[in-house]
């Protein structure tokens, strides 16, 4: 059954998202469906909507990949620590030290995560210097070159953090004009 035909018939709603609504409201508060609009308010209104949603999309899709990727990164992070932390053989204190410091950014990395879908921006930062840092410290601390497959790698997990960054502040920029509307 069509949501839209059910709200459309529930009396203190909104026919587009069933929101309760006031008689006193001009437009939904939480849509912006003109509710005593006119038929041509209303087309511009599902207009301005499939625009919307034409624009946020792509933005979402990349927000996915970027909070995919962090998911990604807290296994490689955990994997790799968890393999080093537990392998058999006798490491110099420096090596379980780094190994540690992989779980504990393995654990960033999977709260980030988590949290990606309420604060998207301030994770896939977080996420970002994660890698960053953790980077700097594996290359720095390192006697021998670093292959540059990793490198690749890093380079491949930063790019899709950045755009997860851009395509939540293209969202919230979409939403807050749209919410201006």
Known sequence: M?????????????????????SRDEKCPKCGYPLKGDEDDIRHF???????????????RKMRRANNTLY??????FFVGAAGFF??????????QKMAILLGCAVIQLFAALFAK????ICFITGLAVVI???AFIYLNNDKPVPLVLLAFVLVFIYFLVS????????????ASAVKD
Not at 87 to 93: I, K, Q, T, V, Y
Not at 164 to 175: E, F, H, M, P, V
């Open 164 to 175: 997860g960054i851009n395509a939540a502040s293209t969202i919230k920029k979409l939403t």
């Open 72 to 77: 990604l990164l807290a296994a490689v992070y």
């Open 46 to 60: 599902k207009a301005e909507r499939e625009n919307y949603l034409m624009a946020v999309a792509p933005a979402e």
């Open 118 to 121: 309420k604060k998207p921006a």
């Open 2 to 22: 069509d949501t839209q035909a059910v709200a459309a018939n529930t009396p203190g709603a909104c026919p587009w998202c069933n929101e309760h609504v006031s």
């Open 87 to 96: 392998a058999r053989g006798n490491f110099p204190g420096t090596w379980m």
């Open 133 to 135: 840092i953790s980077s």
